[in-house]
T-cell receptor, first 111, second 116 residues
């Protein structure tokens, strides 16, 4: 069946460091791919998405490119801030009704 | 943007009691709402999908008699945990799919349930 695998955390970085959180997917077709962010005590918020191969989603300095050849959707940010500390979930689905979530990666940024 | 609320945000109850959690879409109509459960440091597990005016569809392994879902209107779905036990303690999150926008689920802030 379809699945999403993402880098295990926790990840701890210093402020202004470069961030990469790896995500790969397995699916029979070409699903839409998402990154969600969950701040402490809150629900999930959509961070960015891509609906087809080679699409790049971007928001708040974060980027991810839908790579069909490597079935990946890695999340990157050039310079992280303390406020980026949260749990990040990679997800995929053939439609918004059927989304499968990765296990989440906890990110902590040191001042 | 589309806003989904949940009430209560946290609840503590005694074992054997029932707890109702509400999920509301505040500024849009939602034909479909989803209920997820999140264990500490783990991902979201879909429990059930509810469509307005019809019975919910439960995922495999989820007891429908224990987790009662009602989606009585286009803006409200409720999850009732019946005869709660400590193992039901978890973070429950709902999401809603808009009538006008089928491309994104909008998530509520979650409800922390603790069963003593």
């Amino acid at each position: 069946g379809d699945s999403v695998t993402q880098m295990e955390g926790p990840v701890t970085l210093s402020e202004e460091a470069f961030l990469t959180i790896n995500c790969t997917y397995t699916a029979t077709g070409y699903p839409s791919l998402f990154w969600y962010v969950q701040y402490p005590g809150e629900g999930l918020q959509l961070l960015l998405k891509a609906t087809k191969a080679d699409d790049k989603g971007s928001n708040k300095g974060f980027e991810a490119t839908y790579r069909k050849e490597t079935t990946s959707f890695h999340l990157e940010k050039g310079s992280v801030q303390v406020s980026d500390s949260a749990v990040y979930f990679c997800a995929g689905g053939s439609s918004a009704s059927k989304i499968i979530f990765g296990s989440g990666t906890r990110l902590s940024i040191r001042p | 943007g589309a806003v989904v609320s949940q009430h209560p945000s946290r609840v503590i109850c005694k074992s054997g009691t029932s707890v109702k959690i509400e999920c509301r879409s505040l500024d849009f109509q939602a034909t479909t709402m989803f209920w997820y459960r999140q264990f500490p440091k783990q991902s979201l597990m879909l429990m059930a999908t509810s469509n307005e005016g019809s019975k919910a569809t439960y995922e495999q392994g989820v007891e429908k008699d224990k987790f009662l879902i009602n989606h009585a209107s286009l803006t409200l779905s409720t999850l009732t945990v019946t005869s709660a036990h400590p193992e039901d303690s978890s973070f429950y999150i709902c999401s809603a799919l808009g009538v006008a926008d089928y491309n994104e689920q909008f998530f509520g802030p979650g409800t922390r349930l603790t069963v003593l």
